[in-house]
């Protein structure tokens, strides 16, 4: 494994829907794994092998990748921004029909593991409590997208740059969020232009609501900003 | 059941994810079912008896409700309207934490099946083709959701305008839609105001791309219609 500590079968059993998985289950499991590496901007997809599709999922080992949709005209809209434990495509594996709806693409250079669909369905065959821990995990999905939907549709612009500081800054020390990609990623993500995003923070810290340090946004007050443009 | 000639059980067999379970599975639902009744603009929750929640998900036998998010501010953004056939609620199920993110909504008069989530549990426990098209349902909510989020984000408004109107008129006879509902709830839908809905009928009209007769709107040339602000 890529430089880390964590043999495969580790890394695949901190997956909240793997957690608990039987020996048997997780040797089904790994033995299917490939691993991949993706350089900074190429589109990942499933591996091609001898010509034949091979479906599954993926794991982000190392490095970030954006899921987006790709509009007629060339738009993009960034859905999700993942990185190291972070999975994507598991829905596919229960659909007949694919969509090529979301795109993914590398932010960086990315080391991932695909987990083959034909594992993942022996394994539900053999045990209820891991088709009830992927059902939990496709569920919460539907929740994450339905907020998506109530907050570009019902949630000012400040509000939803607000929302995501305090998710972020929330789990550091501090409170304090530190910029790892480009801001125009996280402008997509909020779905407004890059500009505007600017915009509210120069607002945000004229109010001192946040305190800006090169790439460091601290918060010295998370009430106070929580209860902003509210 | 009230008026129509299906039982219980055959109404439920009828649900994509019900569909060739075994006679003990469905027994095992069908106990569990509460038929409920709603008046117009009633909310539906989960029912209440003797002081306890009782968790499950509905299937819309008569009438309609919408699926709705609400704002601080007492904003609406409808998600989905439903009709009879339509189940809601299912991802409810998989989830510890039950999140009232959507609100449900009767929108006219409407008689509902409830399912107990005990006996959904149940039957995964014992059948695993259950708990494949189970995930592959609410897999199929989250492509819906992300289709919703594509068309708020990268599509103009007269496009999701006419992603409307096709998509519900080539079901119908002489390509046609009749309005069945009002025009704000399909405009909370397409995430725009009643108003610029309206505009944009009128366009379209002058165009000759839809011919508006009372409720009845027709597409003379679907394909015309597909390729118009495209």
Chains 1, 2 share one sequence.
């Not at 289950?25 to 794994?33: D, E, Q």
């Not at 999905?141 to 800054?169: G, H, M, P, W």
């Not at 607002?203 to 918060?219: K, N, P, Y």
């Amino acid at each position: 494994m890529d430089g880390g500590s964590l043999s495969v079968q580790e890394f695949l059993g901190r997956l909240p829907f793997f957690e608990g998985l039987s020996s048997t289950g997780m040797k089904i499991i790994t033995r299917s794994v490939t691993q991949r590496f993706f350089q900074k901007g190429a589109l990942v997809q499933d591996i091609i092998e001898k010509g034949a599709p091979r479906e599954g999922f993926h794991v982000v080992v190392n490095g970030t990748v954006k899921l987006l949709c790709v509009a007629q005209n060339g738009g993009e809209k960034v859905i999700r921004a993942l990185g190291p434990g972070d999975s994507f495509g598991e829905e596919k594996l229960f659909l007949d029909k694919i969509d090529t709806l979301v795109t993914t693409q590398a932010t960086s250079h990315v080391f991932l593991l695909h987990v083959s669909r034909d594992s993942v369905l022996a394994v539900l065959q053999r045990d209820p409590a891991f088709a009830m821990r992927m059902l939990s995990h496709i569920s919460s999905r539907v929740y994450l997208l339905l907020k998506d939907i109530e907050a570009y549709t019902l949630k000012s612009a400040t509000q939803r740059v607000v929302d995501y500081f305090l998710k972020n800054a929330e789990r550091e020390e501090g409170n304090q969020y530190r910029f790892t990609t480009n801001k125009s990623l996280i402008a997509s993500l909020l779905n407004i232009t890059p500009e505007h995003f600017s915009r509210i923070m120069r607002e945000l810290a004229a109010e001192q609501l946040i305190l800006i340090d090169g790439r460091a946004v601290t918060i010295p007050d998370p009430e106070r900003l929580r209860t902003y443009d509210s």
